[in-house]
């Protein structure tokens, strides 16, 4: 059975006091409710495309979701690949009125969709809910800062050996291992801004160099980080990167 959203207070246990409440935002990120669905997506399903009107907030509670944006002059760019426990659809919440990219499942997924009202009053009334919610905006501020770092100082050959180190890390805190979603060179060549000859020929490199193995599943193994370590781009009055020698400091 489904976890109490309100669950009670463990202060709450005197007979003749009404029990205190407590609001779990694991269980409201989890289930149906007044204003939020969760709802199945398969493999390849779109969940919204660049320029449809935004009034939901999605969170991811299984699965990877593809977030892109296509240019006028018919080009695709892949912004990011987003995993369990990430929000996305979250600049309805901020005034717009429309999407500024499409999102699409990748794998089987299960996605909460939370009403703009009811995500907006959850926000303002749900102080443990704004906590998860402020935790998870400002984990994507250093990420994009960091992509962005990327595509600016770090060659093409970088790019790809950081996002499959990126990838491989999906979901969990350990070893970087197996790729979890299947990513086609396509893909990454559309992540890295490059094209799919050049990733193609770059993964024959880390593969032939024992950093990566692809029989029928992609492997990743840590000494890939030395291709993004050794040379990382020097960011001016920058000493030491935290996390350096791990996945934290790319
Ligand atoms: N660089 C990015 N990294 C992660 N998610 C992004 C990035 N850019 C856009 N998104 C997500 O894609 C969503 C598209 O719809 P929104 O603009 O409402 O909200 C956007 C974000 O949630």
Same mark, same amino acid.
């Given at each position: 059975?489904?976890?109490?959203?309100?669950?009670?207070?463990?202060? #709450?246990?005197?007979?003749?006091?009404?029990?205190? *409440?407590?609001?779990?935002?694991? @269980?409201? %990120? /989890? $289930?149906?409710?007044?204003?939020?669905?969760?709802?199945?997506?398969?493999?390849?399903?779109?969940?919204?495309?660049?320029?449809?009107?935004?009034?939901?907030?999605?969170?991811?509670?299984?699965?990877?979701?593809?977030?892109?944006?296509?240019?006028?002059?018919?080009?695709?760019a892949v912004i990011a690949l987003l995993g369990q426990d990430d929000f996305f659809g979250e600049g309805c919440?901020?005034?717009?009125?429309?999407?500024?990219?499409? #999102?699409?499942?990748?794998?089987?997924?299960?996605? *909460?969709?939370?009403?703009?009202? @009811?995500? %907006? /009053? $959850?926000?303002?009334?749900?102080?443990?809910?704004?906590?998860?919610?402020?935790?998870?905006?400002?984990?994507?501020?250093?990420?994009?800062?960091?992509?962005?770092?990327?595509?600016l100082f770090n060659s093409s050959e970088k790019r790809l050996a950081r996002a499959l180190l990126l990838l491989?890390?999906?979901?969990?805190?350990?070893?970087?291992?197996?790729?979890?979603?299947?990513?086609?060179?396509?893909?990454?060549?559309?992540?890295?801004?490059?094209?799919?000859?050049?990733?193609?020929?770059?993964?024959?490199?880390?593969?032939?160099?024992?950093?990566?193995?692809?029989?029928?599943?992609?492997?990743?193994?840590?000494?890939?980080?030395?291709?993004?370590?050794?040379?990382?781009p020097h960011i001016a009055g920058v000493k030491s990167v935290e996390g350096k020698g791990t996945l934290k400091?790319?």
């Amino acid at each position: 059975m489904a976890k109490q959203l309100i669950a009670k207070s463990p202060t #709450a246990a005197k007979p003749s006091t009404k029990p205190k *409440l407590t609001f779990d935002p694991s @269980v409201f %990120l /989890k $289930t149906d409710g007044p204003g939020r669905t969760v709802g199945k997506y398969r493999k390849d399903q779109p969940i919204f495309s660049q320029g449809a009107a935004a009034d939901v907030l999605f969170y991811i509670v299984s699965g990877t979701v593809k977030i892109v944006v296509h240019s006028e002059q018919g080009k695709e760019a892949v912004i990011a690949l987003l995993g369990q426990d990430d929000f996305f659809g979250e600049g309805c919440l901020a005034g717009q009125s429309h999407r500024l990219s499409a #999102a699409t499942a990748i794998t089987d997924s299960e996605i *909460l969709r939370i009403t703009k009202p @009811v995500a %907006l /009053k $959850t926000l303002r009334e749900q102080p443990a809910f704004s906590e998860v919610f402020v935790s998870h905006i400002l984990a994507r501020t250093i990420r994009v800062e960091a992509d962005l770092i990327d595509q600016l100082f770090n060659s093409s050959e970088k790019r790809l050996a950081r996002a499959l180190l990126l990838l491989a890390n999906f979901g969990n805190d350990g070893k970087p291992q197996r790729v979890i979603a299947k990513v086609s060179q396509e893909m990454l060549a559309d992540m890295i801004g490059t094209t799919r000859s050049r990733v193609s020929h770059f993964m024959n490199k880390f593969r032939k160099m024992g950093f990566i193995d692809y029989n029928g599943h992609l492997v990743i193994h840590s000494s890939l980080l030395n291709v993004v370590l050794h040379d990382q781009p020097h960011i001016a009055g920058v000493k030491s990167v935290e996390g350096k020698g791990t996945l934290k400091g790319l």
